[in-house]
């Protein structure tokens, strides 16, 4: 049964910092690795989607990078902003049925 | 980008009574839809998939006739909470997968919160 972690569970760093939040699974056969962020009681907005035969993903200030052999992925964002301040979620796709499989999350606060 | 809408945002109602939540895709045919819950301070948990014209197919430990789920049209999916419970309290999530050729791409709503008394 898939299992993913994050770490850690939430993290504050000032304006402008670079920083990598940290997603483990359990089970190295994938089809996707996907990041979302959540605001506070809102919904999910995709921020990247790697597919199992990519190493990484890039947007904007995020890249996201996949090690399948290691069971692992990072979100890297650059010179963080306090509008970056929300939790980030990162969900693994085990097939092509769309199910994702979600890990529990880093609420990241960006502090002016 | 797509956009799904989710109605009630919120809603509160009283012990023994249902509730339906309701799950659209405003700018696209979604055939599969799936439905989440999240309880305070942690993850989103699949429950079930919606697949319009057929039945859902629900996770491990959901109960089927307590969760209804109906997706009787291309743009619409509703779940049910059948004799509410306060354990039911939690927040819904809903996603639509996108048509081809992007059916990779989940598209969420913004979840409706669910308070039983």
């Known amino acids: 049964k898939q299992e993913v972690t994050q770490i850690p569970a939430a993290l504050s760093v000032p304006e402008g910092e670079n920083l990598v939040l940290n997603c483990s699974f359990t089970?190295?056969?994938?089809?996707?690795l996907q990041w979302f962020r959540q605001d506070p009681g809102k919904g999910l907005t995709s921020l990247l989607l790697?597919?199992?035969?990519?190493r990484e993903q890039t947007s904007g200030r995020l890249n996201a990078s996949l090690d399948k052999s290691s069971g692992r992925s990072t979100l890297y964002i650059a010179a963080s902003q306090p509008g970056d301040s929300a939790t980030y979620l990162c969900?693994?796709?085990?097939?092509?049925?769309?199910?994702?499989?979600f890990g529990q999350g880093t609420t990241l606060q960006v502090k002016p | 980008g797509a956009v799904v809408s989710q109605h009630p945002s919120w809603v509160i109602c009283k012990s023994g009574t249902s509730v339906k939540i309701e799950c659209r895709s405003l700018?696209?045919?979604?055939?599969?839809m799936f439905w989440y819950r999240q309880f305070p301070k942690q993850s989103l948990m699949l429950m079930a998939t919606?697949?319009?014209?057929?039945?859902?197919?629900?996770e491990q430990g959901v109960e089927k006739d307590k969760f209804l789920i109906n997706h009787a049209s291309l743009t619409l999916s509703t779940l049910t909470v059948t004799s509410a419970h306060p354990e039911d309290s939690s927040f819904y999530i809903c996603?639509?997968?996108?048509?081809?050729?992007?059916?990779?791409?989940?598209?969420f709503g913004p979840g409706t919160r669910l308070t039983v008394l």
């Open positions: 089970d190295s056969a994938i089809y996707n």
């Open positions: 790697i597919q199992s035969s990519q």
């Open positions: 700018d696209f045919q979604a055939t599969t």
């Open positions: 996603s639509a997968l996108a048509p081809l050729p992007a059916t990779d791409t989940q598209y």
């Open positions: 919606s697949n319009e014209g057929s039945k859902a197919t629900y």
């Open positions: 969900a693994v796709g085990s097939s092509n049925t769309g199910k994702l499989i």
